[in-house]
């Protein structure tokens, strides 16, 4: 019933709530040694009775167990205002495991005297079959709350992958660093949804803070359909009157404009490319140059320790393309809001290599300016979201490559930002929803 008593609604709530949750990773693998020792227990119960015994007293004990540990993990879904299509599968998994265990225990008895016939003979060993299946799914899908969804089969045999169809199917999409919607749908979306569809809160189980989560949709199916501006759900929202119940942005925060408006339908209606970097009919600011982008060295011979730092932080890093030349990007959505200072700062042995660094809505401070500064190549910087004052920014012109900064949601001031005008490779700086957003248009302007 706790569902259906507290509903889940993407908001914080009490700490005590979350400080009890945080015991439900510890408490939850309880009920699932218990729940895998009963069909042990029962077999063995054929050549020893006490067994079957023992089978009866550790299968009461996983019924208690079960609901502990969904109340535990409802307090701390609840408490933090965690929402996402991970967590509520997680959630109903765990609920309908419980469900089946008290099953299981309701049947137990008229199956192990030997009073039921017929089909009711075999409820039992059938539920608890059940009850396995269950089991492993809800554990995957914490498993994948946890430490990402390619986590239990990331390293799956190819051949094993082919055969049970397990495993991702196909590699993330990365976005061209210059592509239309790395340069001009991401930041309309970021700037305007990613606050109740991001990493932190996910309405509705969708996140508008990558190209592939954007994609997937939510709970209602996908939001983009390429080539189909009319059936996208995202478009209809974004142009109903701000009047409308289902009108977004929701909550009172700024309607898109109307050129943001015509630059998303164009590029649905396009294809919804990761990779385009024009749209027919469209004129865009700031077109990119056929000048080469800078190349960082090998660094073939880190892959390896790169991708453990990566593992162990949480963090993914990817190639920007094909060729290693055009650098790694570090993006720590699936970390956030956790990751901080001093994690970034595990990856300065690897600084010269990346060369782009998505920080949005991470707890990081003005205290990583001085690490961001040794990223050499850095070309684009996310800091949307965060603590940050601005206090240091002025480090950030020691990046000769810079051409690109989001620092809408932060405190950043107009005074913080004027060490910028010496950046002259900045040709996109973010200011949205910050002390310094009037000057945003004026204050950092690229001359020709």
């Given at each position: ?9 993407g ?24 729940i895998?020792l009963v069909?042990v ?10 067994l079957r ?7 009461s004990?996983?019924v ?5 540990a ?11 205002g965690?929402t ?17 265990v ?7 008895s008229?199956?192990?005297?030997g009073?039921?016939t ?6 039992y060993?059938?539920?608890l079959?059940?009850?396995l299946?269950?089991?492993s799914?809800?554990?995957h899908?914490?498993?994948s ?5 390619n986590?239990l089969f990331e ?22 660093a ?16 990613a606050?109740?569809?991001?990493a932190?809160k ?8 990558s ?5 997937r949709?939510?709970?209602?199916g996908?939001v983009?359909f390429p080539?189909?501006p009319d ?33 998303i339908r164009?590029w649905?209606?396009?294809g919804a ?9 469209i ?23 790169m991708?453990?730092l990566?593992k162990?932080?949480?963090v993914?890093?990817?190639?920007v ?5 055009d ?5 720590t ?11 970034l ?6 600084a ?10 991470t707890?990081?401070t ?6 961001l500064?040794?990223?050499?190549h850095l ?15 002025a480090?950030?012109?020691?990046l000769p ?14 005074a913080?930002i004027v ?10 700086l ?10 945003a ?8």
């Amino acid at each position: 019933m706790l569902p259906f008593s507290f509903r889940l609604d993407g908001k914080v709530h009490a700490d005590w709530q979350q400080f009890l949750g945080r015991f439900h990773p510890l408490i939850v693998h309880v009920p699932i040694g218990l729940i895998l020792l009963v069909p042990v227990l029962e077999i063995a119960g054929r050549f020893r009775s006490a067994l079957r015994e023992a089978a009866s007293f550790v299968l009461s004990l996983s019924v208690l167990s079960c609901f502990v540990a969904v109340t535990f993990g409802y307090f701390l879904a609840y408490g933090s205002g965690t929402t996402g299509q991970s967590m509520t599968q997680h959630m109903w998994g765990g609920i309908a495991l419980s469900i089946g265990v008290l099953i299981c225990w309701f049947i137990r008895s008229g199956w192990a005297s030997g009073t039921s016939t017929g089909v009711i003979a075999n409820a039992y060993p059938v539920s608890l079959v059940c009850v396995l299946l269950l089991l492993s799914w809800a554990a995957h899908m914490g498993g994948s709350l946890t430490h990402g969804d390619n986590y239990l089969f990331e390293y799956l045999p190819t051949g094993l992958k082919h055969l049970t169809g397990l495993g991702p199917q196909q590699p993330k999409i990365v976005p061209a660093a210059d592509s239309v919607y790395a340069r001009h749908i991401y930041p309309v979306l970021d700037s305007h949804c990613a606050t109740c569809h991001g990493a932190k809160k996910a309405k509705g189980g969708l996140r508008v803070d990558s190209y592939d989560s954007l994609l997937r949709g939510g709970r209602g199916g996908p939001v983009i359909f390429p080539n189909k501006p009319d059936l996208s759900v995202l478009l209809q929202r974004v142009t109903l009157p701000s009047s409308h119940p289902k009108f977004m942005p929701a909550d009172g925060k700024p309607a898109l404009k109307p050129q943001d408006i015509t630059l998303i339908r164009a590029w649905i209606t396009q294809g919804a490319s990761p990779t385009a970097k024009t749209l027919i009919g469209i004129s865009l600011p700031d077109v990119i140059t056929n000048t080469p982008l800078p190349q960082v060295a090998d660094y073939s011979h880190m892959v390896q320790n790169m991708q453990q730092l990566a593992k162990s932080q949480g963090v993914t890093l990817t190639q920007v393309s094909t060729n290693p030349g055009d650098g790694l990007v570090l993006n720590t959505v699936d970390a956030a809001p956790a990751f901080n200072d001093a994690q970034l700062e595990k990856f300065t042995p690897f600084a010269p290599y990346i060369v782009e660094v998505e920080l949005g809505r991470t707890s990081i401070t003005d205290a990583s300016f001085a690490t961001l500064a040794k990223f050499s190549h850095l070309r684009a910087l996310h800091l949307e979201g965060t603590a940050i004052s601005g206090s240091g920014l002025a480090k950030l012109t020691q990046l000769p490559d810079l051409n690109y900064l989001n620092l809408s949601g932060t405190n950043v001031t107009a005074a913080a930002i004027v060490p910028l005008q010496s950046l002259k490779t900045l040709r996109h700086l973010y200011l949205f929803n910050t002390p310094a957003q009037p000057l945003a248009s004026s204050s950092l302007r690229r001359k020709s």
